[in-house]
């Protein structure tokens, strides 16, 4: 496994550290371990930091893989793959905190499943697809709306006066749809092909 791939698998194990500083410690465990306190206390900003820093990897190993031409087919699969677990790991933890509606999360989460499934059939035609140029942009804006929307929360609460979260998350969800539909149009042969 090259180290692009290596970083790809990185940002795919920091999914569960993710969540496990951005949910609340349950209190039936804070009473047998009572030292986990210190998550309910710090855990959001430190959840934010393995956002940003695990959302940043995406762009790392990529750059790897061009520039030391180590493009592969697992890495083609994996990235796209490890940026949606990420999202939707967000997506669900924003929900649990009722910071987020559920059904814009079901949009987002949906419109990813769908896309993993279409690969998926794809990779059964002896097709590999790559994330196109618009998946990228749909990515940057969910990363944007996630990052101000996990700053928004208390006792954060950064932009608690301004709902800039609210309208990058509108960004986001639009940019999701129409880029669900713009790819999967792009590569209507995939779904021919079943149909045949």
Not at 3 to 28: D, S
Not at 58 to 83: C, H, M, Q, S
Not at 148 to 173: K, Q, R, W, Y
């Amino acid at each position: 496994m090259n180290l692009a791939n290596k970083i790809t698998m990185l940002r795919i194990g920091l999914v569960p550290i993710f969540l496990l500083f951005a949910l609340p410690v349950p209190q039936i465990l804070l009473t047998f371990f009572p030292s986990l306190g210190f998550i309910n206390q710090y855990g959001l900003v430190i959840s934010i930091i393995i956002f940003i820093l695990a959302a940043c990897s995406d762009k790392v190993d990529g750059y790897i893989a061009r520039k030391r031409n180590e493009v592969t087919n697992l890495g083609i699969f994996l990235d796209p793959l490890a940026d949606k677990l990420l999202v939707a790991a967000a997506l669900i933890c924003l929900v649990e905190k009722s910071e987020l509606s559920t059904w814009i999360a079901m949009i987002i989460i949906g419109r990813e499943f769908i896309i993993t499934s279409f690969r998926i059939v794809a990779i059964g035609q002896g097709k590999i697809m790559a994330a196109d140029r618009l998946g990228k942009y749909k990515l940057v804006a969910q990363v944007i709306a996630i990052v101000l929307a996990l700053t928004a929360i208390e006792p954060i609460g950064l932009l608690s006066d301004f709902p800039l979260h609210n309208i990058f998350m509108c960004i986001a969800v639009l940019l999701t749809i129409y880029s669900g539909i713009h790819y999967m149009y792009k590569n209507r042969s995939v779904l021919e092909g079943v149909v045949r």
